[in-house]
């Protein structure tokens, strides 16, 4: 059978998401040792009951349905097999998570209601000195899901404006815990460290009236895709003129920022 390796691949994906080692599976599935041995291996008939399998390696009802299926597939006939094969990696592996970000002030969950609350969205930030530094930045992040777990998850800005060879302005790791409550649906607020930008051209060799742009997009990925982006542009103002001694210093926090 072609397809083989799918069901193969999903199992040992499923064991090493629960750390399921292959002689803690042998002890509570029914299948003989060498059975298991082979089943792992892409080689023998494939249980005839995935239930037990399924307990051992704690899946979610999420990922039972994907072994459930990969078995399927390899159980069809093989004129049919090709039909079905390309429709399952794509639900396994692109169509997995997808999902949308938004950049706020405030990101908070009403403990009563269990609705989010997303106040004070931007997408720009001004400043007028030679360097801008933020503490963190926050996000409301809402997706769509169909396999629960931890996955490792990057945040990352890019200049917009630059080569996709050059290097990231900056990137932050973390995992991201999706638990099987709210399923299909998943949100949360995600808090990184800010990143330090730096003005292209310093205070002092700018000329009144110029702007300068530095256009970024912020992109989020989990387990080497690609799932949500935002936009975030800095504006560096000209330098202050010399008017009223009453005119206010500049305001770089995102409340006062506009869109």
Same mark, same amino acid.
């Given at each position: 059978?072609?397809?083989?390796?799918?069901?193969?691949?999903?199992?040992? $994906?499923?064991?090493?998401?629960?750390?399921?080692?292959?002689?803690?599976?042998?002890?509570?599935?029914?299948?003989?040792? %060498?059975? !298991?041995?082979? *089943?792992?291996?892409?080689?023998?008939?494939?249980?005839?009951?995935?239930?037990?399998? /399924?307990?051992?390696?704690?899946?979610?009802?999420?990922?039972?349905?994907?072994?459930?299926?990969?078995?399927?597939?390899?159980? #069809?006939?093989?004129?049919?097999?090709? &039909?079905?094969?390309?429709?399952?990696?794509?639900?396994?592996?692109?169509?997995?998570?997808?999902?949308?970000?938004?950049? +706020?002030?405030? !990101?908070? /969950?009403?403990?009563?209601?269990?609705?989010?609350?997303?106040?004070?969205?931007?997408? %720009?930030?001004?400043?007028?000195?030679?360097?801008?530094?933020?503490? /963190?930045?926050?996000?409301?992040?809402?997706?769509?899901?169909?396999?629960?777990? &931890?996955?490792? +998850?990057?945040?990352?800005? !890019?200049? %917009?404006?630059?080569?996709?060879? =050059? @290097?990231?302005?900056?990137?932050? =790791?973390?995992?991201?815990?999706?638990?099987?409550?709210?399923?299909?649906?998943? $949100?949360?607020? *995600?808090? !990184? @460290?800010?990143?330090?930008?730096?003005?292209?051209?310093?205070?002092?060799?700018?000329?009144?009236?110029? #702007?300068?742009?530095?256009?970024?997009? *912020?992109?989020? %990925?989990? =387990?080497?895709?690609?799932?949500?982006? /935002?936009?975030?542009?800095?504006?560096?103002?000209?330098?202050?003129?010399?008017?009223?001694?009453? $005119?206010?210093?500049?305001?770089?926090?995102?409340?006062?920022?506009?869109?």
């Amino acid at each position: 059978m072609p397809h083989r390796p799918i069901f193969t691949r999903v199992l040992h $994906e499923l064991m090493h998401k629960a750390s399921v080692s292959e002689a803690n599976l042998i002890k509570q599935v029914p299948e003989s040792a %060498r059975l !298991v041995k082979n *089943i792992l291996n892409g080689r023998g008939r494939l249980p005839d009951d995935l239930a037990p399998w /399924c307990e051992a390696m704690r899946a979610s009802p999420a990922d039972k349905r994907r072994l459930e299926d990969a078995a399927a597939l390899y159980k #069809l006939p093989v004129q049919d097999q090709q &039909r079905f094969v390309s429709m399952f990696q794509d639900d396994t592996h692109i169509a997995a998570i997808r999902g949308t970000m938004v950049l +706020a002030d405030q !990101v908070y /969950c009403d403990a009563f209601s269990g609705k989010w609350i997303v106040a004070g969205t931007y997408s %720009r930030y001004h400043f007028s000195g030679d360097e801008l530094s933020l503490s /963190c930045l926050t996000f409301y992040l809402r997706l769509q899901v169909e396999r629960t777990g &931890r996955h490792e +998850a990057r945040m990352s800005a !890019v200049d %917009r404006a630059a080569s996709p060879s =050059d @290097p990231k302005l900056w990137s932050f =790791d973390f995992e991201l815990n999706i638990p099987d409550e709210g399923l299909p649906v998943f $949100e949360s607020r *995600i808090v !990184v @460290p800010g990143p330090r930008i730096a003005a292209p051209v310093p205070q002092k060799d700018r000329k009144p009236g110029e #702007l300068y742009l530095m256009r970024t997009s *912020i992109w989020l %990925r989990v =387990d080497r895709t690609e799932v949500a982006s /935002c936009p975030l542009d800095f504006i560096i103002l000209p330098p202050r003129s010399q008017g009223s001694p009453n $005119e206010k210093p500049d305001d770089d926090s995102p409340a006062n920022q506009g869109e």
